[in-house]
């Protein structure tokens, strides 16, 4: 409202502005122009001026008089033409000579003329006036002028004082608007007339069609207003507004509290018959006047309501409590102890829950087991309930059937009855007054039983309760039997993943191992390790890890760790073997029928120890690295290039990285579960593991593993871990011989005495013959059919090995030869006489490889075995 009449004040003050501007500037142009035409007339009068204009010189005589006339006469030029309007003289010099534009005729018929122009001193008021002969003739014009811009500037000289005068006015009506405008805010508490009809609007509204009876009364407790709700509850006389409270024929003590005007939350006051919920507040907490609000809400039938709501408010407590705590854990007898805390003390004083034996070992139970084992107790005190009564036969049709049976009253003749009175008075001794027995039932089979027992603390047991505790029951033999089941797998599967994991350890020299298996707190993994002995002295150290749990996880595992062996028998190099790897995984896959079941992919880490040069060649596919414990006691991770695990279809190569291993270092290998937790991430987990290592290189394998398991594990792992710990050692020099094969065939037998020499030395003589006959094959065949260099090498080992390589890659194969081959039984020979052989390839050539059984595992052939063994291929 302040601002709309501000705004009219405005307004008006600016409309008068104007106004005056325009009206003050029509009267200096109105001066201006009678000012000009006077000044004009008075020189046209002047005497001399008619003369002059004929004279032979006019500009002479009329300049000077023409120039004094614009300095006296307040005005801005002044000019005389001849008839022509030709300038003869005027103020401003320039004009002399030119000619005017005004139109002539009505000066040389003699009017005055007065205009409004345009000339060099810009928009101008100019005045004409006739200069006339003795004869009355018109023989010239004078002509004067005030320039527009003057008359502005005199027009603009009396504004300040106008507006000073006009400001002079908006402050003394703005003060008067704001003052009315301040009564009226602080009236209406700043509402506008819109707000204010809404507002009354809807408080008739709310007082009329509200359900609470609403009261107002002033500070002498007269009664100001009372909705029509307020009438009804209290009945009210109809002229009850303007009485006082006490006439109103209200109860004593609901009056004196309306009278009081003190603060009242909820203070049920029985009035005509019914309960009136009383809420009482001051008026004048917030600068309102002194008196009392009052509401009133009929609670009668609430009042009726409550004992059941409260009740049934327990019951879905107890159900929710259930629904959250119980089967938080996959361990039976923890879901059974989690039912029977979730129903003390709130629903029963005792509970007891009891399970059939097969149930507790994760065994699939019969359709009624009567033999059941005390599985959880909770209660409010120290004690149990009486042992398990056997239920009466009507009870065991209900359990049977999978429905709960209350006993409402122990002290109940027909309990007596049905139980007999010893049993019944154990019960009652105890102090347990009512019992539910609910079945624990899931997929139509009877788990156990849970008992629920009411002292005299609680109220009997009600039909309602029973329903309670069945849906309780219900919901907790679906967990029960959800952690058989889990029991059952994770038993199968952790036997399943035990048995195919590696047993003992097969014999090796290059080594020293020592492995750790450890299986998931919750769920068995797919982790497996493996030590392989290879051809040339050689180790592979395996660790792998299946994504996934459970009984298939464990399955894919043996199929992966089978896989590893036979690739491994191809003596192929580690990114090689990955590389096989990833595409079995990669087809377990897609053969897989149930998508749930199917793997996602797993990781591998490989590696390839040599124990005659101490190389060690690694790859892994997705795979944490390993660690190296040098002999000086520094642990590193080296720089092993990961490679994405296996079966995810990457078409990635798997790149293999050489290391050297000092004799005495220590490669360790692990899965993840091992680095990794919720707790702890990869970096953080590896930086722990090197500390672990660092500084104590003189641990043997098993020291290592035990220090290692400590530092890292604080409980039961929440993932599988395989940890393979590996001391390095190096073959002797001196059990390494080895010897160049020249492209003659005649240096064979100069190759099989130095070989018979070198067996001697190292006491081997009673292996010497077949020794000589396995080199007499390979040897020959590497200088007919392979290419140069060639070479031999002896290893004593466990075994004798003897290897022949050459530069050519073609693979020799044993063949049955005929009658009438000359050859072809060589091949025949060395696999009789050699424990293992095969061909192991090179990045150039190839090396076929035999090992022999040492001392009283050897077998020596005669040269009568030789013939009958050539005699029995040939045939």
Known sequence: MFLLQLAAVVLLVVGVIIVFVVGARHDSERDSGDRSLSVAQGFAASPGIAAALVSTDPTELLQPGVEQAAREADVDFVGVTNRNGIYYAHSVPGRIGSRTDTKLAPLLAGHPVTERATGSPGS?????????????????????????RHVEDRVTGQLPAVLGIFAGVVAVMTGGAALVSRRLIRQTHGLGPVEITRMYEHHDAVLHSVKEGVLILDEDARLLLANDEAQRLLSLPPDAQGRSIDGLGLPRETAEL????????????????????????????????EGSVTTLRDSTELEALTGKVEASQKRWKVLYEASVSIGTSLEVTRTAEELAEAAVPEFADFVTVDLAEPVLHGEEPGRWERELRRAATAGIREGRPPSSPVPSAPQLRALVAGRGVLEADLHSADRRQAQGPERTQQSVDA?????????????????GVARFWRTERHDLFEPDDLALAEEVAVQAAVCIDNARRYTREHATAETLQRSLLPGDLPEQNALEVAHRYLSAHARVGGDWFDVIPLSGARVALVVGDVVGHGVHAAATMGRLRTAVHNFSALDLPPGELLAHLDELVAGIDTDEDDESAGI????????????????????????????????????????VPVSPPLGIGSNLPYETVQLSLPVGSRIVLFTDGLIENRDRDLDTGLGLLRTTLAGRPHRTPEQTCRDILDAMLAGRPGDDIALLVARTNRLDPTQVAEWDIPSDPAAVATIRRECARRLAEWGLEEISFATELILSELITNAIRYGAQPARVRLLKDLSLICEVSDASSTSPHMRRATATDEGGRGLFLVAQYAERWGTRYLPRGKVIWTEQPLHDRAVEPTG?????LLDQWGE
């Open 124 to 148: 101008q008021i100019q005045a004409y006036a006739p200069v006339r002969a003795p004869d009355g003739s018109v023989v010239g014009l004078v002509t004067a002028g005030v320039a527009l």
């Open 258 to 289: 309306l009278a009081s005007g003190r603060v009242a939350t909820d203070e049920v006051h029985p009035v005509r018959g019914r309960l009136l919920a009383v809420n009482q507040q001051p008026t004048n907490r917030y600068g309102g006047p």
């Open 431 to 447: 102090g347990f007054r009512s019992l539910i027995i609910a079945p624990l039932s899931a997929r139509g089979v009877i788990l």
């Open 600 to 639: 996602t992919g797993a990781t591998c880490l490989y590696a390839i120890y040599d124990q005659v040069t101490g190389e060690c060649a690694v790859a892994r596919a997705g795979h944490p690295p390993p660690a190296v414990l040098y002999p000086d006691g520094t642990a590193v991770f080296p720089d």
């Open 864 to 868: 009568a075995q030789v013939d009958a």
